[in-house]
Structures are given as structure tokens and as C-alpha cells.
């Protein structure tokens, strides 16, 4: 009951509250640090989880694009080759009639006749000319094979207009015996022009011409 006990007590009370005050707030204090670190991992967490939500998202659309352009690509090939097959069969049909015409030519006697089949051959042989719509052709084939014959002339400017011609063919892997209808001349000429355009591209003889056209 003296003045020192009541001091010591009081001091010990007011450890006690001292006590009961700091350690719930250390413990709140440890709580919530503990709880901003698990929110902030969690932050990083879904912040990562969105950016490869948003980088698998690009990966995907970009694939979309990449397979749709891959399909226009092939869409506008088939619409080329159809084309050019087209072209084929009429060339076929065209020098057909041309050699029966001629056959008939032979036969007749009339020169009025003569001279008016003679006419329409000349006529086939200019509809059979290919160059006139090449130019056309050129600029649908390039959109098609990304400017194809651009890069041919870049990269292999001793070609001739013929070699161009060519190349742009056996592209779309078009036989000798096509090319010969398309470009009215003789698969043997076919033969010789491939030649030739092996030795303007110096391949070696182990290298396969229509592949190394198309790697281009």
C-alpha cells in the first residue's frame, strides 16, 4: 500500500493497456501487410494472365489473318489457274479449226475461196497472240504470287520477255504441252526454251528448273 507499490502497480497497468493496445495493432498491421502483399500477387497474377490473354488473342487473330489470306491466296490461284486452263482450251479448239482450215485450204481450187480462208487463218493467228493480253495477265498474276515476275526481273534482269513468260507458266506448273497452246508453238520449241532458260538462270544439271521457280 505505498506510494512506491501504487507507482509500480500503475506502471505495470499502463504496460498491460500498453500491451493490449500495441500487439492487436502489430497483429492488424501484420494482417494487412500480409493481405496488400497476397492482393498485389494477385494483381501481377491477372495482370499476366491478361497479357498472355491478349498475346494468345493476337497469336489467334493473327493466325485468322494468316489463314485467311492464306485462303484468298489459294482462292485467286484457283481463279488463275482456271484462267489459264481456259486460255489453253481455247488455244487447243482455236488451232484446231486453224488445221482444219488449212486442210481445207489445200482442197480448194476457188482462189475467191483461198483467199478468204486465208483470211480467217491469219485472223486465228492473231487471236492466238498472247501478247496482247499479257500485260493484263502480268498484273493478275503478281497480285496472286506477290509480285512473282517484279522479283524475276530484279533478280534476273538477262532474261528475255519470253524467259518472263515462262517462268510465270511453269509457276502454276502448267505442262510443255500447255505452254505450247498458250504461246502457239511446238512442245519441242517448249522443250528448247526451257533449256535455254536453265542456262540464262545457270542451274547446275542436278537442279530441278520448276522447283527453283517456285522457292522465287
Known sequence: ATNTAKLFYIIIGLFGLYLLWIIPRKRYKKKNAELREKQEKELDFQKKAFTQKVKNSEEQLMILKNDSLKKEVQFKNQELASTTMHLVQKSETILKIKDELLELLKSKED???KKNLRRVVRAIDQDLKLDDNWANFEKYFDQVHTEFIQRLRTKFPQLTPKDY???????????????ASLLNITTRSVEVSRYRLRKRLELNSDENLVEFIMDI
Do not use: G, V
Open 111 to 113: 482462189d475467191a475461196i
Open 165 to 179: 513468260k515462262l517462268c510465270a507458266f511453269l509457276k502454276i506448273n502448267l505442262s510443255s504441252k500447255e505452254i
